[in-house]
């Protein structure tokens, strides 16, 4: 049983390795040529535009890492099949499931390396390539934000913005909501634009009329002031950044910790991020789930083995792709949680694979 073990992982993995290659050749010069034009306009360099191309390469391989396990995969059994390799092991009193055990801990393992790769390689040279681009076209990444509205974790303050300017941790037409112990409205705060002062660790009101409260009279006293400083509003500028990219490239540790205060804070942001942060986790499982896809579907057929094997897996990639992506839409809208959109999925990519290879079975 070993050598058919030591068979199997040869096989898948060296079709695999050959069709990774294959692949990042091709998606690296499509990304070359697609930039071409706009290298040769700006006069880059041939030696930067290698080394714009060669960051990419990490991206790529993650691109390829999926499809080209699934073709192997695919490819492996279907000329077992094709052979009828898969008699003699049934009459040796090998079961299909004994023989996918160690191809299914080959897309495991892949898994693993993609995960790998992705946070210690694909980030650090994402934001290199990012870096150099904004340096060469003269770039600016923006982290500004629009209609901001932030609650106090403790419950003490709520505001709004209308605008967020990164460059300049500048707040915009800014309404400040003071709330008493009890939870009731204390008083009003109205200014023009707020700035956040970094020795003080918060943020100074500028062109500011308050509102006060008096709920035992039923008065309000409005007065007005040039500047205001209120230690009690003390959130970093980095809560108010628009970081939809950058939840995807931060260390998981700061990701969790930025994620748990964010939900606290502003719960219409927090399902958007939650769900791209969900994808990023689970999208390492990509290639042991396209594995799953290629020993689950069925084999028996009559002749064109390996074209209707590749044929089939591919369309239940596909619809495990497209209901990934319904999925996600829902979670970005708060309808669903960001997890299950990830593991709905999951599901129904087995039900369809198990479907398929009982529709087989059941025409033979």
């Not at 990419?56 to 077992?80: E, K, N, R």
């Not at 892949?110 to 390539?129: G, M, N, T």
């Not at 707020?194 to 309000?220: L, M, N, P």
């Amino acid at each position: 049983m070993r050598v058919i073990d030591r068979l199997s992982i040869r096989s898948v993995v060296d079709t695999a390795v050959v069709t990774l290659g294959l692949c990042t050749l091709m998606l690296l010069s499509v990304d070359l040529f697609s930039n071409l034009d706009s290298y040769l306009t700006s006069g880059v360099g041939w030696p930067t535009i290698a080394h714009l191309t060669s960051l990419y390469i990490p991206q790529a391989i993650i691109f390829a890492l999926g499809p080209s396990l699934l073709f192997s995969v695919s490819y492996y059994l279907s000329q077992m099949e094709a052979n009828n390799e898969m008699i003699c092991l049934y009459g040796c009193g090998i079961s299909y499931r004994r023989l996918i055990m160690p191809i299914l801990m080959v897309g495991l393992l892949f898994s693993l390396f993609q995960f790998a790769l992705y946070e210690e390689v694909l980030i650090p040279a994402q934001l290199k390539r990012t870096q150099i681009e904004d340096e060469l076209f003269g770039l600016r990444s923006t982290h500004d934000s629009r209609n901001l509205t932030m609650a106090d974790p403790a419950g003490r303050y709520v505001v709004w913005s209308r605008h967020y300017n990164d460059s300049e941790a500048l707040l915009s037409q800014v309404v400040f909501i003071l709330l008493d112990e009890d939870g009731q409205l204390e008083s009003r705060i109205d200014s023009d634009r707020a700035r956040w002062d970094e020795g003080s660790g918060h943020w100074i009101f500028e062109g500011v009329r308050i509102q006060h409260v008096d709920t035992a009279h039923k008065e309000v006293a409005t007065t007005r002031e040039e500047t205001l400083a209120l230690p009690l509003f003390s959130l970093e500028p980095s809560f108010f950044k628009n970081i939809s990219d950058d939840i995807k490239t931060m260390e998981l540790a700061q990701a969790f910790e930025y994620l748990s205060a964010i939900k606290a804070l502003d719960h219409e942001r927090y399902a958007p991020l939650a769900t791209d942060f969900a994808k990023r986790l689970f999208d390492a499982l990509n290639p042991l789930l396209l594995v799953i896809i290629a020993v689950t579907i069925s084999y028996r057929y009559k002749k064109n083995i390996l074209l209707f094997s590749i044929i089939t897996a591919i369309t239940v990639a596909v619809i495990y792709y497209v209901v990934q992506m319904v999925t996600l839409i829902m979670a970005r809208q708060g309808v669903i949680n960001s997890v299950w959109a990830m593991v709905i999925p999951m599901i129904v990519l087995l039900l369809v694979a198990l479907a398929e290879r009982a529709i087989i079975r059941g025409r033979q």
